[in-house]
Nanobody
Framework: QVQLVESGGGLVQAGGSLRLSCAASGRTIGSDTMAWFRQAPGKEREFVAA????????RYADSVKGRFTMSSDNAKKQMYLQMNSLETEDTAVYYC??????????????????WGQGTQVTVSP
């Protein structure tokens, strides 16, 4: 019912910026919660941020507060993650996810029903 496609990853030097995009298609509604997770080699999938289509407020992991910002273009059905002041520890595959059942912006990956393919972000020192 829903497809998510991430883009915008790449290689950037520490201190630089990237903007990731997640394009959604299929059955989406404003109350859907969108989230970004990331997974580095040898580590578990980690919550980054969450936001719904209809509400401006967002939830962020402590590790990215003040550096990352979620926003959306609802007409284009795209969710964005603006990443500033990138650090080497931000290196990971970043995934877009959707919770269709209003579970409150959970940090638990299993609460998300749809996932994109991931996009690699590499931050060099």
């Amino acid at each position: 019912q829903v497809q998510l496609v991430e883009s915008g990853g790449g290689l950037v030097q520490a201190g630089g910026s990237l903007r990731l995009s997640c394009a959604a298609s299929g059955r989406t509604i404003g109350s859907d919660t969108m989230a970004w997770f990331r997974q580095a080699p040898g580590k578990e999938r980690e919550f980054v941020a969450a936001k719904s289509w209809d509400y401006a407020s967002a939830r962020y992991a402590d590790s990215v507060k003040g550096r990352f910002t979620m926003s959306s273009d609802n007409a284009k059905k795209q969710m964005y993650l603006q990443m500033n002041s990138l650090e080497t520890e931000d290196t990971a595959v970043y995934y877009c996810a959707l919770d269709r059942r209003m579970r409150g912006g959970s940090t638990w990956p299993n609460n998300y029903d749809y996932w994109g393919q991931g996009t690699q972000v590499t931050v060099s020192p």
